[in-house]
């Protein structure tokens, strides 16, 4: 990872994680641990300057649209203990998804592709999490 990569790292570290973890405790009432595959990032400016929008905010908004209600805060809060994101090379962008398995949700997408072929939506987040729920 090179310095420009390491830098983006640590603002997303330092800064991005902890305000998802916020906004998502604000909406929810929900505390998730959230960790960023930091190996799958390694060399990959594109995908490091998309995931804080498309990573993190993502989930949020993913949260904030089954928490309209205290039924949907509630499962939330019961069910999803820890979020990660890994990063996929751009030619595995067809393997995205979002997985829930004990309390882990697990979340793949090719952020290095640049545009919203990469990852998956949030009102899709949304729709593949409460399918879990």
Do not use: H
Not at 8 to 30: F, N
Not at 63 to 69: E, H, L, P
Not at 88 to 112: F, H, M, N, Y
């Amino acid at each position: 990872m090179g310095l420009d990569e390491r830098r983006k790292m640590a603002e997303l570290l330092g800064t991005a994680l902890p305000a998802c973890q916020a906004e998502i405790k604000e909406d929810t009432g929900a505390e998730i641990d959230l960790e960023i595959n930091q190996d799958s990032f390694i060399n990959d400016a594109v995908a490091l300057n998309f995931f804080e929008y498309q990573g993190f905010k993502y989930l949020a908004n993913a949260c904030r649209i089954i928490g309209v209600d205290e039924m949907g805060k509630e499962a939330i809060r019961d069910t999803i203990k820890k979020a990660r994101w890994i990063n996929l090379p751009v030619e595995k962008v067809e393997e995205k998804s979002a997985t829930l398995i004990d309390g882990v949700l697990t979340i793949t997408g090719a952020w290095g592709v640049g545009s919203s072929d990469g990852w998956i939506g949030y009102d899709e987040l949304a729709r593949i999490i409460t399918a879990q729920l």
